[in-house]
């Protein structure tokens, strides 16, 4: 689903149709001058043949798992084909499940940055999250950072960015760990892209990092930093270019604050 934000840089996520609320399309951002987001743009003009193929791996893995199952172990004809539609169901339960736990883990984490009410079930990863900024980032006080600040770029997109302070903005990832993870190996260059991106929208000159933060019961942090953050951001104008090109649609707008 593609996300939407105004010249101020508030979401447009949802519009209020004939039939009730429903997602912003890019006809509706068109009629009101919305900015698309960092990843609406991202995703639309790249290909992503890492995640592919760990979508792959994993539907893989399910079918076999449903093909060895006690049902179906030993059978013909047909078995494989209802493994195949039952993995399909399984697959699409955890990924959803995943996404369900890592939008949980955010939601607190933005409490906790907040000042707001966390729950004990999640404190330790809140926690955990922060030591690691402590760490890296130094003595910044809690105060110091902005949790889920939106924005709205003049040459033409918007985003919401994790966390964010006047030296660093920070993405947080979550993923499920195995044996023993190295950051480097989860750290993308889409990521890097996303990061540079949000970095240019609220002003230049900020460092860019990634934590990866484990949804199983380790509550593991680690931490990547991309320090090519000019090459990222050159990668995004030129996706951005791109995608109003494929759109035929410019949301380029003058920021007064400038003027």
Not at 232 to 258: A, C, H, I, T, V
Request: proline share 3%; charged share 30%; hydrophobic share 35%.
């Amino acid at each position: 689903m593609s996300h939407w934000y105004d010249k101020e840089g508030n979401p447009k996520y949802e519009v209020l149709g004939k039939s009730g609320v429903r997602p912003t399309t890019l006809r509706d951002a068109r009629k009101a001058g919305w900015v698309p987001s960092v990843s609406t743009v991202w995703g639309e003009v790249v290909s992503k043949p890492m995640l592919n193929k760990w979508k792959e791996d994993e539907l893989a893995k399910c079918i076999w798992r449903q093909a060895m199952s006690a049902d179906n172990f030993g059978k013909q004809d047909a078995s494989y084909e209802a493994a195949y539609k039952s993995a399909r169901e399984v697959f699409s339960q955890e990924q959803q499940a995943i996404m369900n736990r890592g939008t949980v883990i955010h939601d607190h984490l933005e409490s906790y940055f907040k000042g707001q009410e966390v729950d004990q079930k999640y404190m330790m990863i809140c926690r955990n999250v922060h030591d690691k900024l402590f760490e890296i980032c130094g003595e910044a006080p809690l105060s110091s950072w902005v949790s889920e600040r939106s924005f709205a770029h003049p040459t033409g997109y918007g985003g919401k960015i994790d966390l964010c302070n006047e030296d660093w903005v920070v993405d947080f990832k979550t993923k499920k760990f195995v044996d023993t993870p190295v950051a480097k190996k989860m750290a993308y260059d889409d990521y890097g892209v996303q990061l540079a991106a949000y970095n240019q929208g609220i002003g230049k000159g900020r460092r860019i990092l990634n934590l990866f933060i484990d949804i199983g019961e380790g509550n593991q942090v680690l931490e990547w930093e991309f320090e090519d953050v000019s090459r990222y951001e050159s990668m995004f104008n030129q996706g951005l270019s791109l995608w109003k090109l494929m759109k035929q649609y410019d949301p380029s707008f003058k920021d007064q604050r400038l003027m």
